[in-house]
Protein backbone atom coordinates (compact mmCIF):
# COMPACT_ATOMS: atom_id res chain seq x y z
CA UNK A 1 0.00 0.00 0.00
CA UNK A 2 1.14 3.65 -0.12
CA UNK A 3 0.99 6.56 2.65
CA UNK A 4 1.18 9.84 1.07
CA UNK A 5 1.74 12.68 3.35
CA UNK A 6 1.19 16.46 2.29
CA UNK A 7 0.19 19.64 4.61
CA UNK A 8 -3.37 20.33 4.72
CA UNK A 9 -3.23 24.10 4.76
CA UNK A 10 -1.01 26.85 3.35
CA UNK A 11 -1.44 30.50 2.52
CA UNK A 12 0.79 32.71 0.80
CA UNK A 13 0.96 36.23 -0.63
CA UNK A 14 0.55 37.02 -4.06
CA UNK A 15 3.73 37.41 -5.78
CA UNK A 16 5.66 35.11 -3.53
CA UNK A 17 6.88 31.72 -3.56
CA UNK A 18 5.11 29.02 -2.07
CA UNK A 19 6.81 25.30 -1.22
CA UNK A 20 4.37 22.26 -0.99
CA UNK A 21 6.12 18.63 -0.07
CA UNK A 22 5.07 15.47 0.04
CA UNK A 23 6.43 12.28 1.46
CA UNK A 24 5.88 9.35 0.48
CA UNK A 25 6.27 5.23 1.47
CA UNK A 26 5.33 2.94 -0.94
CA UNK A 27 4.97 -0.87 -1.66
CA UNK A 28 6.75 0.00 -5.33
CA UNK A 29 7.37 3.37 -7.30
CA UNK A 30 6.72 4.04 -11.09
CA UNK A 31 6.43 7.83 -11.18
CA UNK A 32 4.86 11.09 -9.07
CA UNK A 33 2.46 12.92 -10.28
CA UNK A 34 1.49 16.37 -9.02
CA UNK A 35 -2.12 17.88 -9.45
CA UNK A 36 -3.56 21.03 -9.41
CA UNK A 37 -7.94 21.09 -8.15
CA UNK A 38 -9.91 24.23 -8.20
CA UNK A 39 -12.78 23.69 -5.84
CA UNK A 40 -15.82 22.22 -7.18
CA UNK A 41 -13.18 21.20 -10.29
CA UNK A 42 -11.67 18.38 -11.84
CA UNK A 43 -8.08 17.66 -10.90
CA UNK A 44 -6.14 18.64 -13.69
CA UNK A 45 -2.56 17.17 -14.40
CA UNK A 46 0.28 19.63 -13.75
CA UNK A 47 3.77 17.63 -13.22
CA UNK A 48 5.51 14.09 -13.39
CA UNK A 49 8.49 12.88 -12.04
CA UNK A 50 9.99 9.37 -12.10
CA UNK A 51 14.03 10.38 -11.88
CA UNK A 52 15.74 12.08 -9.06
CA UNK A 53 15.98 16.17 -10.00
CA UNK A 54 14.07 19.25 -10.54
CA UNK A 55 11.60 19.31 -13.44
CA UNK A 56 10.91 23.26 -14.11
CA UNK A 57 7.30 24.29 -16.39
CA UNK A 58 7.26 27.71 -16.35
CA UNK A 59 6.15 28.81 -12.95
CA UNK A 60 5.79 25.73 -11.38
CA UNK A 61 8.56 23.46 -10.89
CA UNK A 62 8.77 19.49 -9.08
CA UNK A 63 11.60 17.91 -7.32
CA UNK A 64 11.94 14.44 -6.61
CA UNK A 65 14.47 12.00 -4.20
CA UNK A 66 13.53 8.68 -4.82
CA UNK A 67 16.10 7.73 -1.53
CA UNK A 68 14.43 9.57 0.72
CA UNK A 69 10.31 9.62 -0.40
CA UNK A 70 10.27 13.16 -0.98
CA UNK A 71 9.18 15.58 -3.34
CA UNK A 72 8.01 19.32 -3.39
CA UNK A 73 6.04 21.31 -5.61
CA UNK A 74 7.32 25.09 -6.15
CA UNK A 75 4.71 27.45 -7.05
CA UNK A 76 6.38 30.94 -7.93
CA UNK A 77 5.37 34.29 -8.71
CA UNK A 78 2.10 33.66 -6.79
CA UNK A 79 -1.10 34.74 -8.38
CA UNK A 80 -4.39 34.78 -7.20
CA UNK A 81 -5.74 32.06 -9.47
CA UNK A 82 -3.21 29.74 -7.84
CA UNK A 83 -5.91 29.61 -4.92
CA UNK A 84 -6.45 25.75 -5.29
CA UNK A 85 -6.05 22.50 -3.83
CA UNK A 86 -2.76 20.77 -4.73
CA UNK A 87 -2.22 17.19 -4.84
CA UNK A 88 0.68 14.31 -4.81
CA UNK A 89 0.11 11.27 -6.12
CA UNK A 90 2.46 8.35 -6.58
CA UNK A 91 1.99 5.43 -9.03
CA UNK A 92 2.74 2.06 -7.85
CA UNK A 93 4.44 -0.98 -9.53
CA UNK A 94 1.15 -2.08 -10.74
CA UNK A 95 0.94 1.65 -12.38
CA UNK A 96 -2.07 2.39 -10.21
CA UNK A 97 -2.21 6.32 -8.75
CA UNK A 98 -2.37 6.74 -5.21
CA UNK A 99 -3.41 10.00 -3.80
CA UNK A 100 -2.44 12.37 -0.70
CA UNK A 101 -5.62 14.51 0.73
CA UNK A 102 -3.79 17.76 -0.30
CA UNK A 103 -2.53 20.59 0.17
CA UNK A 104 -4.95 23.70 -0.28
CA UNK A 105 -3.15 27.28 -0.97
CA UNK A 106 -4.81 30.23 -0.14
CA UNK A 107 -3.07 33.24 -2.05
CA UNK A 108 -3.67 36.82 -0.81
CA UNK A 109 -3.52 39.88 -1.89
CA UNK B 1 -13.25 17.64 -28.31
CA UNK B 2 -15.37 17.08 -24.83
CA UNK B 3 -12.52 14.64 -23.71
CA UNK B 4 -14.25 12.96 -20.57
CA UNK B 5 -18.22 13.71 -19.80
CA UNK B 6 -20.14 12.27 -16.64
CA UNK B 7 -23.21 12.27 -16.02
CA UNK B 8 -25.71 13.17 -13.79
CA UNK B 9 -23.72 15.85 -12.47
CA UNK B 10 -25.22 15.55 -9.04
CA UNK B 11 -28.00 13.25 -7.19
CA UNK B 12 -30.14 12.64 -4.29
CA UNK B 13 -30.64 8.98 -4.00
CA UNK B 14 -32.28 7.12 -1.18
CA UNK B 15 -30.53 4.81 0.56
CA UNK B 16 -31.10 0.87 -0.69
CA UNK B 17 -32.09 2.46 -4.48
CA UNK B 18 -29.57 1.26 -7.12
CA UNK B 19 -27.64 4.11 -9.30
CA UNK B 20 -25.41 4.14 -12.27
CA UNK B 21 -22.69 6.89 -12.95
CA UNK B 22 -22.07 7.39 -16.39
CA UNK B 23 -18.69 8.19 -17.71
CA UNK B 24 -18.13 8.92 -21.28
CA UNK B 25 -14.46 9.70 -23.09
CA UNK B 26 -13.78 10.60 -26.79
CA UNK B 27 -10.28 10.10 -26.46
CA UNK B 28 -9.72 6.87 -27.60
CA UNK B 29 -7.63 5.77 -24.20
CA UNK B 30 -7.79 2.18 -22.96
CA UNK B 31 -7.45 3.21 -19.56
CA UNK B 32 -10.50 4.15 -17.44
CA UNK B 33 -11.00 5.07 -13.92
CA UNK B 34 -13.43 5.40 -11.05
CA UNK B 35 -12.19 7.28 -7.71
CA UNK B 36 -14.08 8.60 -4.83
CA UNK B 37 -13.40 12.21 -3.44
CA UNK B 38 -13.99 12.60 0.05
CA UNK B 39 -12.78 15.33 2.51
CA UNK B 40 -9.45 14.63 4.53
CA UNK B 41 -9.04 11.31 2.64
CA UNK B 42 -8.47 12.82 -0.84
CA UNK B 43 -9.01 10.89 -3.96
CA UNK B 44 -9.39 6.62 -3.29
CA UNK B 45 -9.31 4.26 -6.61
CA UNK B 46 -12.53 1.73 -6.81
CA UNK B 47 -12.10 0.28 -9.71
CA UNK B 48 -10.21 0.69 -12.59
CA UNK B 49 -10.28 -1.34 -16.34
CA UNK B 50 -6.87 -1.15 -18.53
CA UNK B 51 -8.97 -2.21 -21.62
CA UNK B 52 -12.08 -2.98 -22.94
CA UNK B 53 -13.12 -6.18 -21.57
CA UNK B 54 -11.49 -6.00 -18.66
CA UNK B 55 -11.70 -4.55 -15.24
CA UNK B 56 -10.22 -4.73 -11.77
CA UNK B 57 -10.44 -3.71 -8.10
CA UNK B 58 -8.81 -0.76 -6.92
CA UNK B 59 -8.54 0.87 -3.04
CA UNK B 60 -12.39 0.98 -1.68
CA UNK B 61 -13.99 -1.40 -4.40
CA UNK B 62 -16.73 -2.68 -1.43
CA UNK B 63 -20.94 -1.84 -2.84
CA UNK B 64 -19.23 -0.91 -6.66
CA UNK B 65 -19.40 -2.36 -9.42
CA UNK B 66 -18.26 -1.60 -13.03
CA UNK B 67 -18.14 -2.83 -16.25
CA UNK B 68 -16.18 -1.89 -19.73
CA UNK B 69 -18.10 -3.38 -22.83
CA UNK B 70 -16.04 -1.11 -25.05
CA UNK B 71 -13.51 1.69 -25.07
CA UNK B 72 -15.66 4.65 -24.49
CA UNK B 73 -17.87 3.76 -21.23
CA UNK B 74 -17.03 2.55 -17.87
CA UNK B 75 -20.33 2.86 -15.50
CA UNK B 76 -20.37 2.90 -12.34
CA UNK B 77 -22.72 0.98 -10.31
CA UNK B 78 -23.61 1.13 -6.90
CA UNK B 79 -26.65 -1.71 -6.53
CA UNK B 80 -27.99 -0.72 -3.34
CA UNK B 81 -27.25 2.67 -2.23
CA UNK B 82 -26.01 3.46 1.47
CA UNK B 83 -24.86 6.93 3.29
CA UNK B 84 -21.29 6.26 3.32
CA UNK B 85 -20.95 6.19 -0.30
CA UNK B 86 -22.07 10.11 -0.44
CA UNK B 87 -19.30 11.58 -1.96
CA UNK B 88 -18.06 13.35 -4.78
CA UNK B 89 -17.08 10.82 -7.71
CA UNK B 90 -14.39 11.15 -10.40
CA UNK B 91 -13.84 8.89 -13.37
CA UNK B 92 -10.89 9.66 -15.38
CA UNK B 93 -8.82 8.10 -18.66
CA UNK B 94 -5.24 8.04 -19.42
CA UNK B 95 -3.64 6.20 -22.61
CA UNK B 96 -2.89 3.26 -21.08
CA UNK B 97 -1.84 1.54 -18.09
CA UNK B 98 2.00 0.83 -17.05
CA UNK B 99 3.36 1.79 -20.37
CA UNK B 100 5.86 5.13 -19.34
CA UNK B 101 4.19 8.89 -18.41
CA UNK B 102 1.22 8.79 -19.32
CA UNK B 103 -0.99 11.17 -17.79
CA UNK B 104 -4.41 10.75 -16.14
CA UNK B 105 -7.41 12.79 -17.52
CA UNK B 106 -10.34 13.76 -15.13
CA UNK B 107 -14.05 14.08 -15.87
CA UNK B 108 -15.88 16.50 -14.19
CA UNK B 109 -17.48 14.88 -10.95
CA UNK B 110 -20.73 13.74 -9.98
CA UNK B 111 -21.60 14.58 -6.64
CA UNK B 112 -23.96 11.72 -5.04
CA UNK B 113 -25.91 12.27 -1.76
CA UNK B 114 -27.45 9.54 -0.63
CA UNK B 115 -30.09 9.67 2.40
Known amino acids: GQNIDQPTEMTATEGAIVQINCTYQTSGFNGLFWYQQHAGEAPTFLSYNVLDGLEEKGRFSSFLSRSKGYSYLLLKELQMKDSASYLCAVRDSDYKLSFGAGTTVTVRA | IAGITQAPTSQILAAGRRMTLRCTQDMRHNAMYWYRQDLGLGLRLIHYSNTAGTTGKGEVPDGYSVSRANTDDFPLTLASAVPSQTSVYFC??????????????FGPGTRLLVL
Open chain 2, 92 to 105: ASSEALGQGRETQY
